[in-house]
């Protein structure tokens, strides 16, 4: 058991493990705190400054990203102080002027009483979270996709903005990206994601398309095992 | 030079090298710093010596000395003439064979050759009684005009290597420390953090293997005295981070330099090796038992590099982006291990404060800012340069009287110091003291030591565009507010410019300023919207002329000002037409030309062009 540590959330005394972020301590206490780049398979990145709260520790207080700063004994923390939503504020009318449509957005900015972006909307789309790329790189183990550009020219791309050689086709980007941005489709035995083409593999027995093939061939290189041992769907094996 | 083994002998190392030299030889120091390497000092260095050899001077009496950058480089290059001191600036190739034979051979002074006070007139021959240096207090990076940074020997003989001797002469780490936070050395590179603690951090962080770096990064546009350091002394920066591993505990330590500084790359490559083979750096130090290291990296040159955890990333060989995290990098910096970071002027402050105490230290400079503080000029001043002052001197005192004031007698409006996350000060503070605490007290910071002047010509809207748009291109990203913050912020600030802002886009810009502060993840985004919250503290009265009367009072701004020829002044010479890249100004010889509105883009050729002032910009 980890040591437990004593902290307060706007005022409620709460206890929770050292180690543990005031993000997972707040959860676990139901108390809210938005957030958008946060992942609990994943390392934290603190990249999207949504889950900003005020701390104050040692006679010191500042702002700080829930989702990284690990709580310690004593530690004061302010969800909703006024210069923290003002940063919440401003972030999710940043993001609204990438995209001003999706639900998850939408749902943020109403909690913040935040009507529209006073920014000019340029819908983007991606919100650059970073989710696809840390779940291909921490999860997948493949890493086929990063950040390229810098600054406001920053996106999401594959080595060379090509086809992006190591994708395996799993779909994980696709499954957490918090605003759907990332399409998926399945055709005919081929799966598409984005404008890329992955066939997929039939199952010898009862010929359903189960799989991408480049996804049986990653499993078959890091298992050791044969190719022909997953060729068949899990039903029929 | 053959390995030295003990304190002892360095110090006897030294008296023989002293003692070979006379001083009464005369020495022909020139400048080879980039500055003046840019301005053709090369060649006047091959002059030289081809001229020595064709009058037949006699080299046992008169030696070439190629130093590092003395920070006057708006009269580069520089030549020095020692032992009388002589200075001259400006110096072309034409004018080494008379140098040689008046000068050198027969102590004449060559009149045209010396500086001139622009006000007075008056000829000054000795560099230290310039006005430019006569103000400056030039501890740090006085030595550069000294030594030859290529030579181990020179840097021996001035004093070199005395403080490391006398730290592993019987200083404990400790008290190496506690003499670094007696002394209150604050870091140089920007937050002006104290180095002792940092050190003393280092120390006591649990951990092995522990790592000290030089942040020789840079990356303030305009900025170049860490260059000039590690270029022109780049033995006193490694003796410094030598003295300082000893003290934190540390085995390896790293320099990472800009790949843009080739010649800070090799000066400090070649020192590295000397000082190795001299048994100063690597195993066994001066016989000590102890050992230390330092290996050079060359960073990319993002200036988001220069901070901290995307300079361990950097290193690391990741992507250089700071990683948000609330642990000191005095306990987890490089590869997770207990890393102490300092600036190279940082580094370079270390031997003075060992060889002379940091009781003498803290007489010079205010109560919480001890030392000296390099400042890069520039902008419109008359004396651009490097320059060294005490921590307390006035703006005013470095502007006017080190400066030389505005060029062409024009008003002085603002002084931009800390980089391009710096603040705008405007007039009313001229006799405010430079120190960290005070800058940062009316909305600027020290930064790394920019400070650029501007005067009536300068338009500070754009200005803070300038900025914001560096800040902006420089952001790595990774967080919203700075990434799409600042960005959404030059938007506004372009709108402005070009006439069509409002009143509540004012609001907007207060109002975002400091969410951005609050919320961005490194100090990049974090001091991002300095430039423009200062100038809208300050003024306010210049926004506002953009937005509700359309103007740009300083005439800068393209959309907001037309150009017109003056009938009264117009001669009709045609210069205005031919030089004109759009043919927007156009006339018959001999009468008023005219400038047709519609195609006039405001490159300002006309101006240039123009021998009677005659096109007016309003
Ligand atoms: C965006 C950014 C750029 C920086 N660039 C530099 C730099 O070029 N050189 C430097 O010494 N410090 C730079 N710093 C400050 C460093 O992070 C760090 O504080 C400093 O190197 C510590 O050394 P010091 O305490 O001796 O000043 C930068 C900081 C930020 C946020
Ligand atoms: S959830 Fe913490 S910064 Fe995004």
């Given at each position: 058991?980890?040591?437990?540590?004593?902290?307060?959330?706007?005022?409620?005394?709460?206890?929770?493990?050292?180690?543990?972020?005031?993000?997972?301590?707040?959860?676990?206490?139901?108390?809210?705190?938005?957030?958008?780049?946060?992942?609990?398979?994943?390392?934290?990145?603190?990249?999207?400054?949504?889950?900003?709260?005020?701390?104050?520790?040692?006679?010191?207080?500042?702002?700080?990203?829930?989702?990284?700063?690990?709580?310690?004994?004593?530690?004061?923390?302010?969800?909703?102080?006024?210069?923290?939503?003002?940063?919440?504020?401003?972030?999710?009318?940043?993001?609204?002027?990438?995209?001003?449509?999706?639900?998850?957005?939408?749902?943020?900015?109403?909690?913040?009483?935040?009507?529209?972006?006073?920014?000019?909307?340029?819908?983007?789309?991606?919100?650059?979270?970073?989710?696809?790329?840390?779940?291909?790189?921490?999860?997948?183990?493949?890493?086929?996709?990063?950040?390229?550009?810098?600054?406001?020219?920053?996106?999401?791309?594959?080595?060379?903005?090509?086809?992006?050689?190591?994708?395996?086709?799993?779909?994980?980007?696709?499954?957490?990206?918090?605003?759907?941005?990332?399409?998926?489709?399945?055709?005919?035995?081929?799966?598409?994601?984005?404008?890329?083409?992955?066939?997929?593999?039939?199952?010898?027995?009862?010929?359903?398309?189960?799989?991408?093939?480049?996804?049986?061939?990653?499993?078959?290189?890091?298992?050791?095992?044969?190719?022909?041992?997953?060729?068949?769907?899990?039903?029929?094996? | 030079?053959?390995?030295?083994?003990?304190?002892?002998?360095?110090?006897?190392?030294?008296?023989?090298?002293?003692?070979?030299?006379?001083?009464?030889?005369?020495?022909?120091?020139?400048?080879?710093?980039?500055?003046?390497?840019?301005?053709?000092?090369?060649?006047?260095?091959?002059?030289?010596?081809?001229?020595?050899?064709?009058?037949?001077?006699?080299?046992?009496?008169?030696?070439?000395?190629?130093?590092?950058?003395?920070?006057?480089?708006?009269?580069?290059?520089?030549?020095?003439?020692?032992?009388?001191?002589?200075?001259?600036?400006?110096?072309?190739?034409?004018?080494?064979?008379?140098?040689?034979?008046?000068?050198?051979?027969?102590?004449?002074?060559?009149?045209?050759?010396?500086y001139k006070d622009p006000a007075s007139g008056e000829r000054i021959?000795?560099?230290?009684?310039i006005p430019f240096?006569?103000?400056?207090?030039?501890?740090?990076?006085?030595?550069?005009?000294?030594?030859?940074?290529?030579?181990?020997?020179?840097?021996?003989?001035?004093?070199?290597?005395?403080?490391?001797?006398?730290?592993?002469?019987?200083?404990?780490?400790?008290?190496?420390?506690?003499?670094?936070?007696?002394?209150?050395?604050?870091?140089?590179?920007?937050?002006?953090?104290?180095?002792?603690?940092?050190?003393?951090?280092?120390?006591?962080?649990?951990?092995?293997?522990?790592?000290?770096?030089?942040?020789?990064?840079?990356?303030?546009?305009?900025?170049?005295?860490?260059?000039?350091?590690?270029?022109?002394?780049?033995?006193?920066?490694?003796?410094?981070?030598?003295?300082?591993?000893?003290?934190?505990?540390?085995?390896?330590?790293?320099?990472?330099?800009?790949?843009?500084?080739?010649?800070?790359?090799?000066?400090?490559?070649?020192?590295?090796?000397?000082?190795?083979?001299?048994?100063?750096?690597?195993?066994?130090?001066?016989?000590?038992?102890?050992?230390?290291?330092?290996?050079?990296?060359?960073?990319?040159?993002?200036?988001?590099?220069?901070?901290?955890?995307?300079?361990?990333?950097?290193?690391?060989?990741?992507?250089?982006?700071?990683?948000?995290?609330?642990?000191?990098?005095?306990?987890?910096?490089?590869?997770?291990?207990?890393?102490?970071?300092?600036?190279?002027?940082?580094?370079?402050?270390?031997?003075?404060?060992?060889?002379?105490?940091?009781?003498?230290?803290?007489?010079?400079?205010?109560?919480?800012?001890?030392?000296?503080?390099?400042?890069?000029?520039?902008?419109?001043?008359n004396n651009?340069?490097?320059?060294?002052?005490?921590?307390?001197?006035?703006?005013?005192?470095?502007?006017y009287d080190?400066?030389g004031g505005?060029p062409?007698g024009?008003?002085?409006?603002?002084?931009?110091?800390?980089?391009?996350?710096?603040?705008?000060?405007?007039?009313?503070?001229?006799?405010?003291?430079?120190?960290?605490?005070?800058?940062?007290?009316?909305?600027?910071?020290?930064?790394?030591?920019?400070?650029?002047?501007?005067?009536?010509?300068?338009?500070?809207?754009?200005?803070?565009?300038?900025?914001?748009?560096?800040?902006?291109?420089?952001?790595?990203?990774?967080?919203?507010?700075?990434?799409?913050?600042?960005?959404?912020?030059?938007?506004?600030?372009?709108?402005?410019?070009?006439?069509?802002?409002?009143?509540?886009?004012?609001?907007?810009?207060?109002?975002?300023?400091?969410?951005?502060?609050?919320?961005?993840?490194?100090?990049?985004?974090?001091?991002?919207?300095?430039?423009?919250?200062?100038?809208?503290?300050?003024?306010?009265?210049?926004?506002?002329?953009?937005?509700?009367?359309?103007?740009?009072?300083?005439?800068?701004?393209?959309?907001?000002?037309?150009?017109?020829?003056?009938?009264?002044?117009?001669?009709?010479?045609?210069?205005?037409?031919?030089?004109?890249?759009?043919?927007?100004?156009?006339?018959?010889?001999?009468?008023?030309?005219?400038?047709?509105?519609?195609?006039?883009?405001?490159?300002?050729?006309?101006?240039?062009?123009?021998?009677?002032?005659?096109?007016?910009?309003?």
């Amino acid at each position: 058991m980890a040591e437990m540590v004593t902290l307060t959330i706007d005022g409620r005394t709460i206890s929770a493990p050292a180690g543990t972020t005031i993000l997972e301590a707040a959860k676990d206490a139901n108390i809210y705190i938005p957030n958008l780049c946060n992942n609990e398979e994943l390392t934290p990145y603190g990249s999207c400054r949504l889950c900003m709260v005020e701390i104050t520790h040692k006679g010191r207080t500042r702002i700080v990203a829930a989702c990284i700063y690990e709580v310690v004994d004593g530690l004061e923390v302010n969800v909703n102080t006024e210069r923290v939503l003002n940063v919440r504020k401003l972030v999710i009318e940043l993001l609204l002027a990438r995209n001003n449509e999706h639900p998850a957005l939408r749902k943020i900015a109403d909690e913040l009483g935040v009507k529209e972006t006073r920014f000019p909307v340029e819908k983007k789309g991606c919100i650059l979270c970073g989710q696809c790329v840390r779940t291909c790189r921490e999860v997948v183990g493949v890493s086929a996709i990063g950040f390229s550009g810098r600054g406001i020219t920053r996106r999401i791309a594959a080595p060379f903005m090509d086809f992006p050689p190591d994708c395996i086709a799993c779909g994980s980007c696709v499954y957490v990206c918090p605003v759907n941005f990332i399409p998926m489709r399945e055709e005919n035995g081929v799966r598409t994601i984005i404008r890329f083409d992955f066939p997929m593999q039939q199952c010898k027995k009862c010929g359903k398309y189960f799989a991408p093939k480049k996804q049986l061939e990653y499993f078959s290189k890091t298992t050791g095992l044969p190719l022909d041992h997953f060729e068949n769907c899990i039903d029929c094996r | 030079m053959k390995r030295i083994k003990s304190p002892q002998e360095l110090e006897k190392l030294r008296k023989e090298i002293q003692a070979e030299r006379d001083p009464n030889k005369s020495c022909i120091a020139i400048c080879a710093g980039t500055g003046c390497l840019a301005l053709g000092s090369d060649k006047i260095i091959a002059a030289f010596k081809k001229e020595i050899k064709k009058q037949g001077v006699d080299t046992a009496v008169t030696t070439i000395r190629e130093t590092g950058c003395p920070g006057f480089c708006e009269q580069g290059p520089i030549v020095v003439i020692y032992p009388e001191e002589i200075c001259y600036l400006r110096v072309t190739v034409k004018d080494v064979p008379e140098i040689l034979s008046k000068t050198v051979v027969n102590k004449e002074v060559i009149e045209r050759l010396v500086y001139k006070d622009p006000a007075s007139g008056e000829r000054i021959v000795k560099d230290s009684e310039i006005p430019f240096y006569r103000k400056q207090k030039r501890y740090v990076i006085g030595n550069n005009i000294n030594i030859d940074p290529k030579s181990l020997e020179d840097y021996i003989a001035t004093g070199g290597y005395a403080a490391l001797a006398k730290v592993l002469n019987g200083m404990s780490p400790e008290s190496v420390i506690e003499e670094i936070i007696k002394a209150n050395l604050r870091g140089r590179g920007g937050g002006g953090f104290p180095a002792g603690w940092k050190w003393e951090a280092t120390r006591k962080a649990k951990g092995e293997p522990k790592y000290l770096i030089c942040n020789a990064d840079e990356g303030d546009p305009g900025a170049f005295m860490d260059r000039a350091l590690l270029e022109g002394s780049p033995h006193s920066v490694l003796e410094g981070m030598i003295i300082g591993a000893y003290a934190i505990g540390c085995g390896q330590g790293y320099i990472y330099v800009r790949n843009e500084y080739p010649l800070a790359v090799e000066n400090a490559t070649l020192a590295l090796e000397k000082a190795r083979s001299l048994g100063l750096l690597g195993d066994d130090i001066l016989g000590s038992g102890f050992n230390f290291d330092i290996k050079i990296n060359r960073g990319g040159g993002a200036f988001v590099c220069g901070e901290s955890s995307a300079l361990f990333a950097s290193i690391e060989g990741r992507t250089g982006e700071p990683r948000a995290k609330y642990v000191h990098a005095t306990d987890r910096g490089l590869y997770d291990k207990p890393t102490d970071l300092n600036n190279v002027e940082t580094w370079a402050n270390v031997p003075l404060i060992i060889n002379k105490g940091a009781d003498w230290y803290r007489t010079i400079g205010t109560e919480n800012s001890k030392g000296t503080k390099i400042f890069a000029l520039v902008g419109k001043i008359n004396n651009t340069g490097l320059v060294e002052v005490p921590m307390g001197i006035t703006l005013r005192e470095i502007i006017y009287d080190i400066g030389g004031g505005i060029p062409h007698g024009r008003k002085f409006k603002a002084v931009q110091t800390g980089g391009p996350s710096g603040g705008c000060i405007p007039e009313q503070f001229l006799d405010m003291t430079v120190d960290f605490d005070e800058l940062a007290k009316i909305g600027s910071m020290m930064g790394s030591g920019g400070m650029i002047v501007m005067d009536d010509h300068n338009c500070m809207v754009d200005v803070a565009r300038y900025f914001l748009k560096f800040l902006e291109e420089e952001s790595c990203g990774k967080c919203t507010p700075c990434r799409e913050g600042v960005y959404q912020m030059r938007m506004i600030l372009d709108k402005i410019t070009e006439g069509k802002g409002t009143m509540e886009d004012l609001d907007t810009i207060e109002w975002m300023g400091q969410a951005i502060i609050d919320g961005s993840l490194c100090a990049l985004g974090g001091t991002a919207p300095n430039p423009v919250l200062s100038t809208l503290k300050y003024f306010r009265h210049e926004y506002e002329a953009h937005i509700k009367d359309k103007k740009c009072p300083a005439g800068v701004c393209k959309a907001l000002i037309t150009y017109t020829i003056d009938p009264e002044k117009c001669t009709g010479c045609d210069v205005c037409a031919r030089v004109c890249p759009t043919d927007a100004a156009t006339g018959k010889k001999k009468e008023v030309y005219t400038i047709d509105q519609e195609k006039c883009i405001k490159c300002g050729a006309c101006i240039e062009g123009c021998n009677f002032d005659a096109v007016i910009v309003s």
